[in-house]
C-alpha cells in the first residue's frame, strides 16, 4: 500500500514548508475582511502562517501576508490577527 501524501504548504513567516494541518490559515473573505482560519475552510483567499507569534509578526511586517491576501492591514486588523492568534487552542496531536 502506499503511504499517504501529506499536503505541504510554505508559512509567509518564515518561509518554511511545513504539513499543512501544523499551520494556521488567514484568510480574506469575499467582503474584503481579513480573520485567521483555523479550520481551513472559510472561503477566500488564503495565506498559511506558522501557530508561533514571532512568524505572524514577521510576516505583517514585511507585508509578505498583504502580498498574499492583496489587501491592505491596517494596525487594527494586524492586531486583531494577532488576538486570534493567542486565543487559538493548542495544536492537536495526531
Not at 480573520?35 to 509578526?57: E, F, H, I, W
Amino acid at each position: 500500500m502506499k503511504p499517504k501524501k501529506i499536503p505541504m504548504r510554505m508559512c509567509v513567516g518564515c518561509r518554511e514548508m511545513k504539513p499543512k494541518k501544523e499551520l494556521i490559515r488567514v484568510v480574506r473573505a469575499p467582503d474584503g475582511s481579513v480573520s485567521m482560519d483555523p479550520v481551513g475552510k472559510k472561503p477566500g483567499r488564503g495565506a498559511y502562517v506558522c501557530r508561533n507569534a514571532a512568524c505572524l509578526q514577521r510576516a505583517i511586517k514585511q507585508r509578505q501576508l498583504e502580498r498574499q491576501l492583496e489587501v491592505q492591514l491596517t494596525d487594527e486588523v494586524a492586531s486583531q490577527l494577532q488576538q486570534e492568534l493567542d486565543s487559538l487552542p493548542p495544536p492537536q496531536e495526531a
